[in-house]
């Protein structure tokens, strides 16, 4: 009995202590496995901070070489703006005087430095951008900045250019006094009522990868563009602009939208100068249609005839509304060749481009406005883009356009008529 109670009790300390190794090797097990996961945390941590210190590093090092001018990018830009005239005027596409103006408007709306980047840096940034269409690794070498640095001033004096739209790009009321190359008594006098003349001009364009409208962006010549319209004085100055339509749509249709929303509006008893490929109205004073009507082909006639003869009044009326309007196409092509931006886009978010095209004509009326004695305001002739030498209806004209273009207006036509005949009169009795 006793020897089987002791075999019994053997039995039950012998799974006791099977049980307590049991339980001592998992204990273990779990332990080894903590102390593994924490020393594979702790490699690499180890790893993410010397691969830190590794990019940190390099960093160093590239912004060493890069930024290695013995001028810093304020250093530079007043050194230019101390330094001879045209040194400003190269880089900047406007005189010093215009510069440090602008500069000092700016200011005075609210821009600020950014951080160690001074107002003069950050002008001269957008303005090299928008003068000379550098891509910004350029501006940023150029600068002694970062990418994110140039970037961010850019837009940020792009806003600030685009706030002052509202003071230099002014439409025109009905108390606006008569040009003074429409006095009486003067060949373009019959012409007493108009106040500009309007025509749209494509822009290259890069619309946004995941608009659905994208196509629509394409003009008849296979280009990505926008269709920006524009009303310019007899100053040459921009007294409306609408930028951001699709490089296939209408001008017709770009200014009859401009009408209904606002954008353009035309004061009592005036009107604008248009080309054929608009309707003629009270408010848009058109050419005739299918008559002898670009500058270049009036030219050409008065070159091989010795002077300027008309077969009908017609084509008298149409020389001299194209001499008019021909201020349109110059102030196209001054901003055009100030801004090279416009003629080769960057590929930026489409909202930016479209201030990109309200910046260009601000800047250009406020250069005109402060400097209008600029060298660029002086085209050469055949500068002027009146190269055409097409008859009767604009170049642009097609199948799309036709079906676009309404029929003229009654009141637009008597006004049309009344100037016609009183040209046409004036001429006989000379």
Known sequence: MDSDFDDVANQDVWSDSKDDSKKNDSDS??????????????????????????IRICYLEWKQVQNDRPLSGAAMITNQLQGHPHR????????TDVFNTLCNELRSKGLQCNGDVIIEEQ???????????TKLRKIAEYFQH?????????????????????????????????????????????????????????????????????????????EFTQNVLAAVDFDGKFLAVVAGWEGSAHDNTVLRSAVQERLLR?????????????????????PYRRVCYHLGTFRDRARSQGEYRYDTPQELFNHRHAQLRNVVEKTFGVVKNRFHILKDMSQFNFDTQIQIVGACCTLHNFIKHHDASDEMFRVPQGMDGSQH???GDDDNSHEEQQQEIVTDLPSGTNLREHIKDALWQMRQNR
């Open 29 to 54: 097990d779990d332990e080894i496995l903590v102390q593994h996961m924490q020393m594979a945390g702790l490699m690499l941590m180890q790893q993410a901070i010397r691969r830190r210190d590794k």
């Open 88 to 95: 400003c005027y190269a880089n900047y596409r406007m005189s």
């Open 123 to 133: 002008v001269g940034m957008l303005l090299e951008l928008l003068g000379h269409a």
């Open 146 to 222: 970062s990418l994110e640095t140039v970037w961010r001033c850019i837009h940020n004096v792009l806003d600030y250019v685009v706030k002052l739209s509202s003071h230099y790009i002014k439409q025109p009321k009905s108390n606006t006094p008569r040009h003074s190359k429409l006095a009486d008594g003067t060949q373009y006098g019959l012409f007493k009522d108009a106040i500009g003349a309007i025509d749209g001009t494509h822009i290259p364009a890069f619309p946004n990868k995941n608009d659905k409208t994208k196509e629509r962006f394409r003009n008849r010549k296979g």
């Open 266 to 286: 035309v004061p009592s008893g005036k009107y604008y100068l248009v080309d054929a490929g608009y309707a003629n109205s009270s408010q848009f004073l058109a």
């Open 389 to 391: 030498n097409g008859v």
